[in-house]
């Protein structure tokens, strides 16, 4: 993503390109609109300047991370491009943007040297806004939200690629980029927040009102600081009938990322209280190589086969800290607590693949596709980190009173994946092509691992330690299969000038299973048999009608339905029984119309329909003859609405008007759920209504400008998270 600007300047008739793009399934009219709607053709050299100024009320950081762009506003260079021969041998391509407020950055500068090459070199930087909320708890009208919602995070990529393309010649390319990524990002993690009904008496929590005892979902703050820089370099040379593609990388990562989050939040309860917690501190340096190799072979008109080899190792190094604040009844006091301490781990990846395709064309009416891909990868890592825990009869946090463990763990695994692809075409019927394709991904493997254990343990009290070998408990030897079929068969029909269809049916089969090896070590220390799973039927039909040249209707529909299920046996050589998990269906109706009777006016609007149903055990799963969980997982619905309009009118040669409006809906929550527990679902109204023109100043000089109104309703977070307000935008592009 440059930016969204752009799509603005080229007619899009929005106000701000978030009030298009929030809206989930609604594609982006602009580009649909009708060739003659733009009235200006954009020139080879240009420069725009914009600026977009939001009138926000409500939840500006809402607003932010949905729309995609800053409430106080953005500005700049919204668009730079211009071309130019320095000489009959040399040109120069320059692209960019600065758009200040969004952060959003654009630097490309190329030189092309006639039958030599080209060099390449740029920065690119923008911003992600993000919401720090939480979850709401319906029942008492509680919102947990950061002190500071408005969060962000900055990506950015700087590159410089030299290419060597002399005629007759091999092709040569070095290329180096940089890639990063800092800030913050808001997430959420299930933590025990206190009951906002609880009743407390004294800082002692004495009962609660339903629910009792609830996992809440409180907000927290991953702080990101991501680097990964690459080498590559890549040969292409063609020899009569054979193309050889070799290239190399050699990359590496420098990653501290840690995660910051608020414990218990407005708990008044003296053994759980507030408290901030600094944890999940992840460091992570690798480095890693890849070496492929690309060989295509064209026997004849008939015949052509591609070759690939490839192989990568990464090595990494980790580290860490998990450190928790804790509270001591005896001492009345919170404390820090050594979760998982001086974490450090090294792994190591080597991978192998080899593929080969043949490409079949026995007539001009057939093309059929053979491949087979083999995969190799072994993965081994170790490490540790030291544990530490308070006496409960301590009366000082003198270290004396801390007994400290270094745990130490371990683990390999090696898959061997074998793929079979077969796909088929078939152009022999006038205006019908029928296809199908199928593939089967099988992976064998096996994992060796070691749960942490502590290999020593201090006392503080006594000063003593003590260690210990791994208990058989902790080690695990399983064989990990998975076994992945998809296969589809479809249809493209051009009955007429007037009507196109296109159908397709699709099946999707995945199984993962977990063997525990109990009889190889003799204990039952692992799971005898875990299967997971899910198959999936599906079909996609779309027809395009075009009763008229200037009316063209698109309708399409897809319907998918399946299975999740479950299979589990502790007993070792036991076969388990099959548990349906969840069983789904979607259908989605959509409906595009085009409609543009003269070169003056043009509208094209969408409307859509989703069902998407997740059947649980919801409302009550039965545990024998007499009880039943009471409150299980609910039923997820995704289903929503969405409609959008866009019109145009072609005043005169110099100026263009543009009316547009957007409308989505979901009505899935139920906040009855709450009693027991987490009301999922969505429930949201989001508006848009923009008018916009285009003008022609001068011969040079062209004026674009928008302005709307966009307001949005969300009842998960109890209209904590609304807002609405007007929006301006305002753009001037000069030729150069």
């Known amino acids: 993503m440059d930016t969204h600007l752009p799509l603005l300047r080229r007619g899009a008739g929005l106000i701000c390109v978030g009030a298009a793009f929030a809206l989930s399934g609604v594609r982006t009219v602009a580009a649909d609109a009708p060739a003659q709607a733009d009235a200006f053709p954009t020139p080879d050299n240009y420069i725009t300047v914009s600026g977009v100024a939001p009138f926000v009320s409500g939840d500006k950081a809402a607003f932010d991370a949905r729309t995609g762009m800053p409430s106080a506003g953005s500005g700049g260079i919204e668009d ?70 408005s969060l962000h995070v900055d990506r950015s990529t700087f590159w410089l690629t030299a290419t060597l393309a002399k005629p007759n010649l091999p092709v040569f390319t070095l290329g180096f980029h940089v890639d990063s990524r ?12 206190i009951n906002p009904n609880a009743v407390v008496t004294n800082g002692a929590l004495v009962g609660t009102a339903l629910p009792a005892n609830t996992p809440f979902i409180a907000p927290n703050v991953m702080n990101l600081n991501e680097h990964h820089s690459v080498l590559d370099a890549s040969m292409v040379a063609t020899a009569g009938k054979v193309t050889e593609t070799v290239k190399a990388s050699l990359g590496w990562i420098n990653n501290d990322d840690w995660r910051s989050y608020v414990k218990y939040p407005g708990s008044k309860v003296i053994v759980d209280p507030t408290v901030t917690v600094l944890d999940d501190e992840q460091t992570i340096k690798s480095t890693d190589f890849r070496l492929i190799n690309q060989t295509d072979i064209k026997f004849n008109p008939y015949v052509a086969l591609d070759v690939g080899l490839s192989f990568s190792h990464q090595s990494s190094t980790n580290g860490g800290n998990w450190i928790t604040p804790a509270y001591s009844s005896t001492l009345k006091l919170v404390y820090t607590a050594e979760t998982a301490a001086n974490i450090y781990g090294t792994g190591n990846v080597d991978d192998y693949v080899g593929n080969a395709f043949l490409k079949f064309t026995p007539t001009k009416d057939w093309l059929i596709d053979l491949g087979f891909r083999d995969e190799y990868n072994v993965i081994t890592s170790s490490g540790g980190f030291v544990t530490s825990s308070l006496a409960s009869t301590a009366k000082t946090l003198d270290p004396s009173n ?8 371990y683990s390999h695994q090696n898959d061997h994946v074998a793929t079979p692809e077969l796909s088929i075409r078939y152009m022999g019927f006038d205006g019908l092509s029928l296809y199908a394709s199928f593939d089967n991904r099988t992976n064998h493997g096996n994992q ?15 000063g003593i330690t003590t260690t210990a070998s791994a208990p058989l408990g902790s080690i695990f030897f399983q064989e990990a299969n998975q076994d992945y079929s998809n296969g589809k068969i479809g249809a493209n029909w051009n009955a007429t000038s007037q009507l196109t269809v296109r159908a397709e049916v699709y099946r999707k089969d995945h199984q993962n299973q977990f063997v525990g090896a109990n009889d190889i070590i003799g204990v039952a220390s692992t799971g005898a048999l875990y299967v997971t799973g899910y198959n999936f039927t599906g079909a996609t039909v779309s027809v395009i009608y075009r009763p008229d040249p200037v009316l063209t209707l698109t309708t399409r529909f897809d319907a998918q339905d399946g299975m999740m299920s479950v299979t589990g046996n502790s007993i070792t050589g036991g076969t388990g029984t099959e548990i349906t998990s969840g069983n789904a269906s979607a259908r989605t109706i959509s409906e595009a119309l085009d409609y543009a009777p003269s070169g003056q006016f043009y509208f094209h609007g969408d409307l859509s329909f989703v069902f998407n149903y997740l059947q649980t055990a919801y409302p009550f799963v039965p545990v024998n003859a007499t009880n039943s969980i009471a409150t299980p997982i609910q039923n997820a619905n995704n289903n929503y609405i969405t409609a959008s309009g866009l019109a145009g009118f072609v005043v005169n040669k110099s100026v263009d008007l543009q009316l547009q409006g957007i409308y989505t809906r979901a009505d899935n929550y139920n906040p009855s759920i709450a009693s027991g527990g987490q009301p999922y679902g969505a429930g949201f109204e989001e508006r848009s209504v923009t008018a916009g023109v285009k003008c ?16 949005r309703t969300d009842a998960t977070t109890g209209g904590f998270t609304n807002y609405n307000g007007p929006l301006a935008y305002v753009g001037i592009t000069y030729s150069l």
């Open 402 to 409: 801390f007994t400290v463990a270094n745990d130490l763990t």
């Open 80 to 149: 730079l491009s211009y071309a130019k021969d320095l000489s009959k041998d040399v040109s120069i391509t320059v692209n960019g943007h600065a758009l200040g407020g969004a952060q959003d950055y654009l630097g490309d500068l190329k030189l092309s040297f006639n039958d030599v090459g080209s060099i390449d070199t740029g920065y690119k930087r923008f911003r992600t806004f993000y919401d720090g909320v939480g979850g709401f708890f319906p029942l008492s009208d509680s919102f947990q939200a950061l002190s500071y919602e």
């Open 448 to 462: 060796h691992w070691i749960n942490p254990y502590a290999a020593s343990t201090t006392a503080g009290v006594t």
């Open 696 to 711: 022609k100043l001068a011969d040079r000089w062209m004026l674009d400008a928008k302005v709307g109104y966009l307001d």
């Open 182 to 193: 800092t800030g913050q990002k808001e997430s959420t993690e299930w933590a025990s927040v």
